[in-house]
């Protein structure tokens, strides 16, 4: 049996509520690390001892043995042969057409048309999806989207770990990055990416500034992967790779070597942001920047599986994806049309903070200007320097401490600091303020001329 939480029993009971009151397709939303193949493994159970069949899919090996393990541990031997688990790879020779019930595990790729047909060939079973980054294109095609608790809940309740987000530089201006298929080519960052001084920045933070913690350092693709691997060895950081082209017991091997700290690093394209647990590992660094929240927090919840060895995870963001989605905690946006997501910029990154002190990322609408991390306190922003508009002789703002002092005239001194060029009344106080605008010379002729001709 296995232990669950409140919320999961909760999230089990909305779940089977929202197929009693008529919907076929449901969607549940959980945090990474929040225990989606718990729920769905118990949702399994029940149908199980209901002799119901029911089919699991994914769509990778790591989850494929991930859910048959759970699966297995957690039913009946007797009831066994009413789970299968399958790949969506493979779902064309999987008999859908008897199921009762379908599971989509990681239900965020679900408009893809494999996913769709599979929907499509049996239109009496119940399906239920569950994923951490719910799209408008996958949420879209079920009938009831559930919400279990966010990341903030998890981490206040101890299931998931505290967390410090730092962005000590960013080395990469996402603004001149190319972008194919919706995300920044990653041939681009590969390139960009993969040089000496950037190796140079991994070993520090892994050797000097942190020299007791355990990093996973995420990279774009596999040629990345293997260049910042080579790069950092070479500097001296103990560290192995993590590709989806290595074989599953290789890579199992490599993250159990992290965990017992033989290795200080490992460096991972995206085989080991959906579905590995490495719970005790410390930190991660962000090398790939993205515009996708779901590889984002995806990566970024690869450490925040508590663990009593540490009191807080690290964050390291070294590409800016803080900038674009946000802190990992902060709420998603709405699911919106894509045609709507274009022009819309996360409202979260607008809240960001980057402190100068320490680096830490923090959110200003919560802390203000103090950082949380360190208690320095931002200087307020400059205002703006367009002290002067000039119509004519309109009003006119000069701000002192703007001013050259030599060049102040006293006779600006008014209240509030608002002057009039209709008050520059002589040549000489013209002259005086056109040297300091560098206006050019005819400027004062044409003041003098207009007021000439009233
Ligand atoms: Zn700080």
Redesign the pocket.
């Known amino acids: 049996m296995l232990n669950l939480r409140d919320y999961q029993i909760e999230a089990i009971e909305s779940i089977r509520n929202a197929y009693r009151t008529g919907n076929r397709k449901v969607m549940y939303v959980l945090p990474t690390g929040g225990g989606k193949t718990v729920v769905f493994s118990e949702i399994c159970r029940l149908a199980s001892l209901k002799k119901k069949k029911t089919v699991i899919f994914v769509h990778r090996k790591e989850l494929y043995y991930q859910a048959s393990a759970a699966i297995y541990n957690h039913i009946d031997r007797e009831n066994l042969l009413y789970v299968k688990v399958a790949m969506i790879q493979n779902s064309k020779k999987i008999n859908v057409e008897d199921a009762e019930f379908v599971i989509f595990d990681e239900a965020h790729h679900v408009s893809a048309s494999s996913y769709l047909s599979v929907i499509r060939r049996n239109p009496n079973m119940k399906i239920l999806g569950v994923t951490a980054t719910p799209s408008y294109e996958s949420a879209r095609v079920f009938d009831r989207v559930i919400y279990g608790p966010d990341i903030t809940t998890l981490i206040n309740r101890g299931y998931l770990s505290k967390f410090v987000y730092l962005c000590p530089k960013t080395i990469v201006d996402t603004a001149k990055l190319a972008v194919t298929k919706n995300d920044f080519d990653v041939g681009q960052i590969q390139k960009l990416l993969s040089n000496k001084s950037v190796y140079g920045d991994l070993a520090k933070i892994i050797k000097e500034d942190y020299p007791e913690k355990t990093f996973i350092v995420f990279c774009s693709n596999i040629q990345h992967t293997k260049n910042t691997l080579d790069g950092i060895k070479e500097m001296g950081v103990k560290a192995e790779m993590v590709t989806g082209d290595l074989d599953i017991r290789v890579r199992k091997e490599s993250l159990e070597k992290l965990a017992r700290r033989e290795i200080r690093c490992v460096v991972a394209c995206d085989a080991i942001s959906e579905g590995v647990d490495v719970p005790n590992v410390d930190a991660c660094i962000l090398m790939r920047p993205t515009k996708s929240r779901t590889l984002y927090i995806q990566q970024v919840g690869r450490v925040l599986r508590p663990h009593p060895s540490k009191q807080f995870s690290y964050v390291i963001d070294l590409v800016g994806n803080v900038m674009i989605h946000g802190l990992p905690d902060m709420p998603p946006p709405p699911l919106k049309p894509p045609r709507q997501k274009k022009t819309e910029s996360n409202s979260n990154s607008q809240k960001v903070e980057i402190?100068?002190?320490?680096?830490?990322c923090?959110d200003s609408s919560i802390h203000g200007k103090l950082?949380?991390?360190?208690?320095?306190e931002a200087p307020l922003k400059p205002k703006k320097k367009k002290i002067f508009s000039i119509k004519n002789d309109e009003i006119i703002e000069v701000q002192r401490d703007f001013v050259k002092p030599e060049l102040w005239n006293p006779t600006w001194d008014i209240p509030g600091w608002r002057y009039a060029i209709k008050d520059l009344d002589t040549v000489e106080k013209l002259n005086e303020f056109a040297k300091y605008k560098k206006y050019k010379k005819g400027w004062v002729h044409k003041i003098m001329e207009s007021r000439k001709r009233r």
């Open positions: 402190c100068k002190n320490c680096y830490g923090y950082c949380p991390h360190c208690n320095y």
